[in-house]
């Protein structure tokens, strides 16, 4: 079964930087697509940035110019580099992965079919 694991929570003051790391674990899997979500109470979970395996990336509106997701697949893990934080990036972080095959990975939520526990960010103004 395979586990994906995040770390790198903490708060920031608005304008700060914040590096979050998703680990892979448990049987040998090749995913063509991960990606970071994000979720605040009361809102839907959304897309911040995804990676394919083949290196494409895609970034959210609101994130793009500001975070950097990138992929060490020697090392099993993902991370993503958010740079010039603000307020309302505060959210609950999700590290996820599709393990069926896709030539695209989108930033929907529900194409995603494992996901990791979370990891809390706080930006503060």
């Known amino acids: 079964q395979v586990r994906l694991v995040e770390s790198g929570d903490g708060s920031v003051q608005a304008g700060g930087s914040l590096r979050l790391s998703c680990a892979v674990s448990?049987?040998?899997?090749?995913?063509?697509?991960m990606g970071w979500f994000r979720q605040v109470p009361g809102k839907e979970r959304e897309g911040v940035a995804t990676?394919?395996?083949?290196?494409?990336?895609v970034y959210a509106g609101s994130v793009k110019g500001r975070v950097t997701i990138s992929q060490d697949k020697a090392a099993r893990t993902m991370t993503l580099q958010m740079d010039t934080l603000r307020p309302e990036d505060t959210a609950v972080y999700y590290c996820?992965?599709?393990?069926?095959?896709?030539?695209?990975?989108?930033?929907?939520?529900?194409?995603?079919?494992?996901w990791g526990q979370g990891t809390q960010v706080t930006v503060s103004s």
């Open positions: 448990g049987d040998t899997y090749r995913f063509d697509c």
């Open positions: 996820a992965a599709n393990t069926r095959q896709s030539p695209y990975c989108y930033l929907a939520p529900a194409v995603y079919n494992v």
């Open positions: 990676i394919h395996t083949g290196g494409f990336t």
